[in-house]
């Protein structure tokens, strides 16, 4: 890896990063419900001159650049300021949330790709055949299934009829508990994910399995195992693994929809509740970690992909 | 399957969304006034998918609620097949630092989490934008979901174009009109806009669906569409409210939306496979 092709890769991520920031953080400034006004409302005794005098404690009388500089001064030595809603620092309130989307996401992708490897593979062995347009058809309907959907129905089924597990998702740190909690919204996202996995897989491996280095295994006897296994798949693995690390922003969306249908304590719901609660600090600190995690995955995604093929080399001479 | 069934049932679901009040006025049904006495009907003669909450029947419900999704898709997939067309021209024909800085804009906004981004966006109070009495209007919650969706999603249309325009950029008839001194605004309307409409087209039908998708999940977190005005999303709303008693509201509107959505994949499918038969990797 060149290391100015990184460095330039990681200023342009810094550089959208903070163009994102600023972007929110006008943005926020258009929501409803000033601070000022809420404690206005909430207190009789509140005259126009206690509002003006708090605007000016608060900084809140300063034009849009300087009130963004100041907040971009202390984010940047770590103070993401408070939150409203929880009375608590920003980052106390993210971080258990932020672990507890992680666990979600990462249960749910193990289960995706457990059931994508061998679906989508199959698929594009049988090009074509009665399998293949079985899977298609099941591609197609996965991509128009809304998650949300998917989610109520799983709770219509297994708990409000069947009553095996409960519809919402709380933790609260049994693990028996936690597990059966989890169960219906790991499998609403597993589910809603899999389409687009089984999807990207196939046609990787369909090209994969068209180029000539197979046709030559093939003909000096290589068994029909070790052709798609060593030969096809390790060629249609870069492509894949790519995608699913630039599909991130993606994975954070659908864990937000189920999150809501769940009442799971993940990041998307902290930032749907933050957003009506109007603790607007709050939903522009979360949106700025979920971009983060956005754009660090993208950056590593160009590393990977160098790394897993040879082929691929970003500006650097060899 | 027949090629035109995912057209045709597009279209009658659009004709009978849009006869809703005809059809609510011959079955003498009520579709947006409470009736108290008759809450959570099943289904009968009278009431073929049975009645809601406040006593609404569900299916002329499904109806309006189809206009307000179907006017969504419909309005959201042209206003961002026209910003993406004209971004991909733009970056294809011009090429070099336009087409850097438009392509790192498109890529910036595709990697950004789109959901978190519309449920702060559709937070927004369009009041202190200072549109006046505009923003009071009941039908302002339609617009705005409108103008949000469709700034979030014209990217898959730009990038499409982009390619295509790169392409018909090199060919003979562009060339030549170039070499006769046509100007470049001219030679992207009357040469490359003609012979991309048709991969604008595909992504437009998939672009639409994914509106439909995006435009129901706000509406059922309640920041879409506002009720009363009923929409496929807000429904489910309700629905999830009442599931333990009537887990039967939560199908249909969910059923609407698969079906709605699944007919434009189909329809972006078929035509895909039209403008390129040996397209691989078909939806």
């Known amino acids: 890896m060149n290391p100015a092709f990184a460095l330039n890769r990681l200023l342009q991520a810094l550089l959208t990063l903070l163009a994102v920031s600023f972007l929110v953080y006008t943005l926020i400034g258009l929501m409803p419900g000033d601070p000022i006004d809420l404690m206005a409302a909430g207190n009789p005794h509140f005259t126009p001159e206690d509002a003006a005098r708090l605007r000016a404690l608060y900084g809140l009388d300063q034009p849009l650049p300087v009130r963004y500089s100041r907040w971009l001064m202390a984010a940047l030595q770590g103070d993401l300021g408070y939150s409203r809603l929880y009375n608590m620092p920003v980052l106390e309130v993210l971080w258990p949330r932020f672990v507890n989307t992680g666990l979600l996401l990462g249960i749910s992708l193990i289960i995706t790709i457990a059931f994508a490897l061998p679906m989508g593979v199959h698929a594009a062995r049988h090009m074509g055949s009665w399998s293949d347009r079985a899977i298609n058809l099941f591609c197609l309907a996965g991509i128009s299934l809304p998650h949300f959907w998917l989610g109520i129905l799983l709770i219509s089924l297994f708990a409000v009829t069947l009553g095996w597990l409960p519809a919402g998702a709380s933790l609260d740190g049994e693990f028996i508990d936690d597990v059966r909690a989890m169960t219906l919204p790991v499998a609403t996202l597993a589910v809603s994910g899999l389409a687009v996995y089984v999807r990207h897989l196939r046609a990787a491996m369909v090209d994969a399995l068209g180029a000539d280095h197979i046709r030559t295994a093939r003909a000096k006897g290589c068994s029909t195992r070790r052709t798609v296994w060593n030969h096809a798949f390790k060629n249609a693995l870069p492509p894949v693994l790519t995608i699913l690390m630039l599909d991130l922003g993606t994975l954070f969306s659908g864990a937000l929809t189920v999150e809501a249908v769940f009442g799971f304590p993940g990041m998307g719901k902290l930032m749907f509740d933050a957003v009506m609660g109007n603790d607007y600090n709050l939903a522009l600190c979360g949106f700025l970690i979920l971009t983060f995690f956005v754009l660090l995955a993208n950056f590593m995604a160009d590393f990977l992909y160098a790394a897993l093929d040879p082929r691929v080399s970003y500006g650097g001479q060899r | ?283």
């Open chain 2, 1 to 283: 399957m027949s090629r035109y069934l995912p057209l045709t049932f597009l279209l009658a679901l659009l004709a009978l969304c849009f006869s809703a009040g005809a059809i609510e006025s011959a079955l003498s049904l009520t579709g947006n006034e409470a009736d108290l006495g008759s809450r959570f009907l099943s289904p009968s003669s009278a009431h073929f998918l049975g009645t809601d909450e406040l006593g609404r029947d569900v299916l002329i419900r499904l109806l309006y609620g189809g206009q307000v999704s179907l006017l969504v898709a419909i309005s959201a997939g042209l206003v961002a097949a026209s910003i993406g067309t004209t971004i991909g021209m733009a970056a294809g024909y011009a090429g070099g630092k336009w087409d850097a800085l438009l392509m790192r804009l498109t890529d910036m906004l595709i990697s950004l989490p789109a959901l978190p981004l519309l449920i702060i966006l559709s937070a927004l109070d369009i009041g202190k934008l200072g549109l006046g009495n505009f923003a009071n209007a009941p039908s302002a919650s339609l617009y705005k979901i409108v103008t949000i969706i469709s700034l979030l999603s014209w990217t898959t249309v730009a990038r499409l174009a982009r390619a295509r325009t790169l392409t018909l950029k090199e060919m003979d008839f562009v060339r030549a009109a170039r070499a006769l001194g046509m100007t470049g605004f001219k030679i992207v309307l009357r040469h490359i806009f003609p012979n991309l409409l048709g991969t604008v087209v595909v992504a437009t039908a998939l672009t639409a669906g994914n509106i439909i998708l995006v435009e129901s999940v706000l509406s059922f977190l309640g920041l879409g569409i506002q009720p009363p005005l009923p929409s496929w999303g807000n429904m489910l709303t309700n629905a999830q409210k009442t599931i333990w008693e009537h887990a039967r509201l939560t199908v249909y509107p969910g059923a609407m939306i698969f079906v709605t959505v699944l007919a434009f994949n189909f329809l972006g499918d078929r035509l895909q496979h039209k403008l390129d038969p040996k397209a691989k990797n078909r939806i």
